[in-house]
């Protein structure tokens, strides 16, 4: 079992970074697939991006592509988005996922595992 705290999240103007990070604790991090996911007010859950264990897969939702990069550090039990060239339709609720069933990458429910999300805020 593993357990995810996300962190890096706050407020910031249109065309400004973010770098999240999610801490995971246990020792097999390194097997899980990792994502990210998002949800605003009054809208769904929807997939930001994802990783695979190895790191040697990622995808991307066509919102954030070219504008977000996935990554992860097994030694360090971390994984990261860098958010760049954020827009106001970014802001919502971030939050970190992992699994290790392998399951599809790009859908909530192939990740059983969830952190308690971090507010990511950009203004116009």
């Known amino acids: 079992q593993v357990q995810l705290v996300e962190s890096g999240g706050g407020l910031v103007q249109a065309g400004g970074s973010l770098r999240l990070s999610c801490a995971a604790s246990?020792?097999?991090?390194?097997?899980?697939?990792m994502g990210w996911f998002r949800q605003a007010p009054g809208k769904e859950r929807e997939f930001v991006a994802s990783?695979?264990?190895?790191?040697?897969?990622?995808y991307y939702a066509d919102s954030v592509k070219g504008r977000f990069s996935i990554s992860r550090d097994n030694a360090k039990n971390s994984g990261y988005l860098q958010m760049s060239s954020l827009k106001p339709d970014d802001s919502a609720v971030y939050y970190c996922?992992?699994?290790?069933?392998?399951?599809?990458?790009?859908?909530?429910?192939?990740?059983?595992?969830w952190g308690q999300g971090t507010q990511v805020t950009v203004s116009s």
């Open positions: 246990g020792r097999t991090f390194s097997r899980y697939d």
């Open positions: 990783i695979s264990w190895s790191g040697t897969s990622t």
């Open positions: 996922a992992a699994d290790y069933a392998h399951g599809p990458l790009t859908i909530a429910s192939s990740f059983n595992y």
